[in-house]
């Protein structure tokens, strides 16, 4: 189990497989250095980083699924607690942000479909909703996309979001969180900020 949440009546996690760039994002959206690495599973235990004036702050959590080194049994408990810590919080969180490698996610995802599994990012998708927080999908790593609008395309559809991927903009952010490239997913949670009454937060992603 996760332990010592701060405890912050307002709360953005961001969710996602090992090694897409949690934390290069987290980086990106506080200005605070956190260790990311080459390697899935860096992250073993939540990131947070907070305003206690605002009762507000980011989380970045354990990445899930492949990572090297790591037997299935521990990577199975990382997602449970990641999953526990969102059913826990879900009153204080105002969105969730499942980050993707927009390189390699439909791939994945249809690998894992072909076996008859549900992919972890379409899992941790549905999830959110079902638990009532609004999740936002953040596409990582469009460095190395060339065909992005397709690509976008493609991740709408397996999630479920009828394309093309703009009718989602409020949901769906390309990013490149490497190159400091976080425009559009700092226009979603404004969006989300601002649905919740919370306009007092946007200084946080602008
Ligand atoms: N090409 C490219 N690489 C990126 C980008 N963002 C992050 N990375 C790289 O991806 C690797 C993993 O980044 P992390 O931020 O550690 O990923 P994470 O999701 O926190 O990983 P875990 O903590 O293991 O779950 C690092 O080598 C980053 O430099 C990006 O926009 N483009
Ligand atoms: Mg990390």
């Known amino acids: 189990m996760f332990e010592d949440r701060p405890d912050r009546d307002a709360e953005v ?10 934390s290069t994002v987290m980086r990106e959206l506080t200005g605070h250095d956190f260790s990311t690495g080459g ?3 860096v992250t073993r235990q939540p990131n947070h980083y907070d305003w206690v004036s605002e009762s507000f702050m980011f989380t970045d959590l354990p990445g ?25 919080n879900a009153d204080r969180i105002l969105t ?9 996610a439909v791939d994945i995802i ?15 998708f549905g999830f959110l909703e079902e ?4 999740p936002i999908v953040a596409v990582n790593k469009t460095d ?18 009828f394309p093309p991927w703009q009718q989602w903009s409020d ?36």
């Open 13 to 22: 996690v961001l969710v996602g497989r090992s090694n897409v760039g949690k």
């Open 64 to 88: 899930f699924g492949f990572m090297s080194g790591v037997e299935s049994d521990r990577r199975e408990e990382i997602k449970t607690d990641v999953i526990r810590y969102v059913e826990d």
């Open 144 to 161: 190395k996309i060339d065909d992005l609008d397709e690509r976008l395309d493609d991740i709408c559809d397996r999630l479920g979001l």
């Open 171 to 206: 949901t769906v952010a390309p990013i490149c969180a490497k190159r400091g490239d976080i425009g559009a997913l700092e226009d979603c949670l404004s969006e989300r900020f601002h649905a919740h009454n919370r306009d007092d937060l946007l200084k946080f992603v602008s």
């Open 39 to 41: 390697k899935p599973g």
């Open 96 to 104: 969730g942000v499942v980050v993707l490698d927009g390189k390699s």
């Open 131 to 134: 638990v009532g927080v609004d």
């Open 110 to 124: 249809d690998r894992h479909t072909e076996r008859g599994n549900v992919p972890h990012d379409v899992e941790m």
